[in-house]
Each structure stands twice: as C-alpha cells, then as structure tokens.
C-alpha cells in the first residue's frame, strides 16, 4: 500500500489586523502573560519566588537525573546516525537546488557566538580549575585534588559538558527544524518539527502550546547564559577601574553592578536584532570570532603552550574513550551524608544535569537560529558544522585558557590567585597574574569587549527568534515594537530573578523550564526518523513503479 504524502503546510492563524498584526496572538499573549507572572512574582515577592523555585528544583534534581542523561545520549545518536548514513547524509536541507546563505565562516561564527560563547568565556578557566580540585575520579580515589594525576580527569570532565552533548542538544532542534521548513515547506518554528508524529492537530492548541514551552524555555535558557555574562562583564569592568561598587566582599558582582551590566547589553542587542540576522548579528559574530582567535593566539603563545597542548590532544582521547561511559552513568545518593554515593550523585546534579537542562532550554533558540542560517546545507555538512566543529572549539578554548590556569597553579607559582577568585573574576586574575598592570587593563579590554559582542549576538538571536515563533515561523525581522518588547521582558526576567536570588534563582528557573522541552526535543528525534524513513520508502515505491511502467 502506497505512503500518504507529506505533510507541507500548516495553517497557523495570525490576525491579520491591529497590534498583533502577522502574529499568533494566542502564542504571543499566553507567552507575555506567563512571562509577565513570573516577573512580578520574582520582584514582588522575591523572598517566597526564591523559595519556591528551590523547592521544585529539588524535586527535579532528585527524580529526573536519569531522564537527562538517556535523552542527552539519544540526542548525539540521532544527529550522528543520520551525518553517516549514506542515504541521510547527502540531504540537502532545502532541496538540491539550494545554496547557502552565509559563507562558511560567518555561518560557523553565528553559531558559535549565539550557542556558547559567552558561556565559556566564563567557564573555560573556572571549570577546569574546580575540576582539578575535585571530580568524580577524584571522589572514587582513582585520582588526588589539586594533583598532577588528576589533570587529565580535569579536561576530560570539562569536555564532556561543552562538547557533543551540548553541540548535539542544539543540532537535533535546529535540523529538525531545518528539514522541515525548507525540504517540506513547514513554518519555521518549533511544532512544525513534529508535523510527522501529530499532523494538522499542530494548528491549534496543542501546537500554541508547544510554541509557548518553547519561547518560555528559550527566556529563560537565554536568561542564564546572560546572568553569567553580565556577572562576567562587571568582573571585567571592576578590572579595568577598580570600582568598588561593582564587586562585594566575596569578590563576586554586586546585583547593582550586574543590573547596570545588564541594561547596556539588552539596549545594544535591541537596536541589533532590528538590524536583522543578516547585518547587526553578522557583524557582531564575526567580530567576536575576529576577537576570539587573538586572545587563543595569545594564550598560545604568552600561555603554558605545551601544558595547554598536551591538555587538548590528551584530553580528546580520554573524552572519545570515556563518552559513553560518562552520558550513560548515573549516580544515585544512599542517603548517607559524606558518602561517595551521595557525593557523586551530588557532583552530578550540580554540574552534570544542569548542564543538560542548560543546554535544553537554550536549544529552542540556537536550534532555531541554526535552521534560520543553515538552508543550503547538507545533513553530513550540518552535523559537522553545528555539532563537531564547535565541540573542538570548545576543547581548544578550555585546554588553552584552563591548561594555562591549571599549570600557573600547579607549576608557576600562582598559589590561590586564581583558584581564590570567584567564578566570573578567574580568566581576569589568570590575566592580572601574567601581564603587568598596564598589559593586564589593555587584555581585559579585549576580553570585556568580546565579551559585550558575544552578549549582545546571544540576546539579540534570542529575541529575532522569539518573535519569530510568536509570528507563526515568519522570519522576517517584521514589528519593531514587538522586538523592543521582548527585549524588555527577557530584561525583567533575569533582573526580577537577580532580586529573588541572584544567579541560582535564575538557574533554577531555568531548570524548571527546561524540563517539558527535553521531551518536545525527543520527540522531534523521532519525528525526524520517521519522516526520513517514510521518505526512502516513497522513493524506492515511485522507482519501483517506474520500473514496472517502463517494463
């Protein structure tokens, strides 16, 4: 019995006149009420906001560890099995006609600089650093803190959060999302990739529903990643003057210092977003690419070049080696306090799983930011742009900016300089350590400025892709008040949630949000098989019937 055609349409109404004009009123309001919930809760009734928040993060910590892991590990599977089969992996998302838009290297800068960039500006010394301290290798006694033995457990632990799993997190939404727009004509967001699964059932409420998931998912992960920026921008700041308001007696940004930080940013990445994806957010990626290969190149050379190198070529063999082992292990607490059980499962929880929901709640964003500069590439070159590539930038980034910190401490006198300040201040005190004052201001002038560029590209994607879900998939930069305005709320939101309880209440928001996404992406997985499936099948029955025609 022959297939039934494809789906390639869905009717997603949008009003055709007044404020929400092109837009899907339903996604666009349900999503401001939600959002605008959350705000007035958070900044209201910060103390209560604060509490609650903690309380559901954890009952999500202590019940769904297992959950992140396996999908995570199915996420990388469904991206790699369809880059290396024969039949998948020559699909030319779009059509064999098409082109891409964008050269390669502003299509790798885009990615990069919206995916993970200001994330590792931040985590690339501290990571390391904390890992070399302590690791589950550590914990086991397979290898001893603070040690020369315990530095390629450091790297290895380190790359395993920024390297496949979080590439594949993001490349499984955005070609998905890809293939479904532009092979079968579908709108641009989010539900069109389960069109296979649930049909035309996505043209209404379920569909809105899943749309609003992900713009609240999307706010949120977005909103992590710019609470850890901003805390790094007055790091820097603080670095540069010395002011002391920007800083308190912990060494870490004050909320004033990050709030400041933070309406600078939203007000350069508003006015770039409603340049569009290709002007403003073009030009900032590659500039902060530009800006990235200098500081690599400094530390390659002014570094602990052969520490650092060593670092990289050995950690990406224990990473390919372990990988398995590490997405598929899950540690659960004995309930004895001290224990090696009930510390693994700890260190996992804390770094791990929130890591993966991390990435979760930004892959609506990066993954739809991915199809939107993707069209004209192949599935096999996809995967190797979005998913492989980034992960051994990431591992040049943390052997090199990491390495460097690790090796300072552990072999050229840095003592605590480093591994004494906190997590937004590391990269700006492994600096100060090696340069003179004059040479450290001028390199933390470079890093403050990549690290403006690299918050105002993630901000401003994030909004252009916000609206473009709430406009049905349209991806033209179209209702400039509307951009404005989700400046303004993804604003609120990290602001409200620094009042309620600094950076943990916005991750743990983010948490909470992320969850329901992790299944919406599952699904699109195997939305996408089936649909490729269905795919060759047709094929292989319309050049059997051509045969038997001929014949």
């Given at each position: ?34 959002l ?27 019940n769904?560890?297992?959950?992140y ?65 302590t ?31 979080a590439w ?46 992900s ?76 800006l ?10 002014f ?35 001290g ?11 804390g ?201």
């Amino acid at each position: 019995m022959a297939l039934p055609p494809p789906i390639t349409g869905l009717d997603i109404k949008t009003q055709d006149s007044g404020f929400y004009e092109g837009f899907s009123k339903f996604v666009a309001v349900g999503s401001k009420l939600l959002l605008g919930a959350l705000i007035l809760w958070a900044i209201v009734f910060p103390e209560a906001a604060g509490s609650v928040l903690t309380g559901i993060r954890g009952a999500i910590d202590a019940n769904t560890g297992s959950w992140y892991m396996y999908v995570m590990a199915f996420y990388i599977v469904v991206c790699l099995v369809l880059a290396i089969w024969p039949a998948t992996g020559k699909i030319r998302l779009g059509g064999n006609d098409s082109k891409p838009e964008f050269s390669s290297f502003s299509w790798f800068s885009m990615m990069f600089g919206a995916g993970i960039g200001i994330g590792m500006l931040t985590y690339a010394t501290g990571e390391p650093i904390y890992h070399f301290g302590t690791n589950p290798d550590v914990i086991v006694g397979d290898a001893t803190a603070s040690s020369a033995d315990n530095v390629r457990s450091a790297m290895k632990w380190s790359f395993l959060h920024w390297g496949f799993s979080a590439w594949g997190c993001y490349a499984i939404v955005g070609l998905a999302l890809a293939f479904f727009s532009y092979s079968r004509g579908l709108p641009l967001t989010i539900r069109s990739g389960l069109t296979p699964l649930l049909g035309k059932s996505l043209e209404g409420p379920l569909g809105h529903i899943i749309d609003i998931v992900s713009v609240i998912a999307t706010i949120l992960g977005v909103s992590v990643t710019l609470g850890y920026g901003v805390a790094q921008f007055a790091a820097g700041i603080h670095n540069i003057t010395g002011m002391g308001w920007l800083m308190n007696a912990e060494g870490n940004p004050t909320n004033a210092a990050m709030i400041f930080a933070l309406v600078v940013v939203m007000a350069c990445s508003t006015l770039s977003a409603l340049s569009g994806v290709g002007k403003g957010i073009k030009w900032l990626s590659n500039i902060n690419m530009g800006l990235s290969f200098f500081i690599l190149a400094f530390l390659l050379v002014f570094g602990s070049t052969m520490f650092a190198l060593q670092s990289l070529f050995v950690g990406i063999f224990d990473y390919i080696i372990s990988l398995p082992a590490m997405v598929l292990t899950v540690w659960k607490s004995d309930g004895v306090e001290g224990s090696v059980a009930t510390q693994l499962a700890g260190w996992q929880g804390g770094w791990t799983i929130f890591y993966w929901a991390w990435w979760v709640a930004f892959a609506p964003f990066v993954g739809l930011f991915l199809a939107r500069i993707s069209k004209g590439r192949t599935i096999r070159e996809y995967v190797l742009g979005a998913m492989i590539v980034p992960s051994i930038m990431c591992f040049v980034w943390f052997s090199f900016a990491g390495g460097t910190a690790i090796d300072l401490t552990l072999n050229g006198g840095a003592g605590d300089q480093i591994t004494g300040a906190g997590l937004s201040s590391q990269l700006f005190a492994m600096i100060n350590y090696m340069l003179s004052p004059a040479l450290a201001t001028l390199m933390s002038v470079v890093i403050v400025v990549l690290l403006l560029t690299y918050l105002v590209t993630s901000a401003d994607s994030a909004v252009l892709i916000i609206n473009t879900i709430a406009a049905a998939g349209d991806e033209s930069p179209k209702g400039r008040v509307h951009i404005i305005t989700w400046g303004l709320i993804l604003t609120l939101v990290i602001g409200g949630l620094l009042l309620a309880g600094g950076l943990g209440a916005i991750n743990t928001a983010m948490i909470i949000g992320a969850l329901p996404f992790s299944f919406i992406m599952a699904l699109m997985g195997v939305s996408l098989f089936k649909a490729l499936v269905r795919d060759g099948m047709r094929a292989k029955s319309d050049e059997a019937a051509s045969q038997s025609a001929a014949e």
